[in-house]
């Protein structure tokens, strides 16, 4: 499984951006999808993932109530909508993918190369 995250930039604190990760997979209604983020220094961690029937959500502390992920099977994407933005959101942005709903929030097998977002004060 490739997957191809975009939608990444340079925006202000407060504002709002909108990121995409596209599957090669045809069966992607068939695996469970997470966002995942990486700030320089520190290790990745979790911020969201969803079940392939889009329930299932789950949001880590730093996120809830901001940020808000989704999928449309149909165009094998997920999305990760981030709203009131803060500088200590600035990382890489990682989309992820497992079939086996026990790895996806901690190590799931497949990755993409990641999209910057850096949040000015």
């Known amino acids: 499984v490739q997957l191809v995250e975009s939608g990444g930039g340079l925006v202000q604190a407060g504002d709002s951006l909108r990121l995409s990760c596209v599957a090669s997979?045809?069966?992607?209604?068939?695996?469970?999808m997470a966002w995942f983020r990486q700030a320089p220094g520190k290790e990745r961690e979790f911020v969201a993932r969803i079940a392939w029937n889009g329930d299932w959500l789950s949001y880590s502390d730093a996120v809830l109530g901001r940020f808000t992920i989704s999928r449309v099977n149909a165009k094998r994407t997920v999305y990760l909508q981030m709203n009131s933005l803060k500088p200590e959101d600035t990382a890489v942005y990682y989309c992820a993918a497992s079939a086996n709903f026990a790895t996806i929030d901690t190590r799931p097998p497949y990755w993409g190369q990641g999209t910057q977002v850096t949040v000015s004060s």
């Open positions: 997979t045809p069966i992607f209604s068939n695996y469970f």
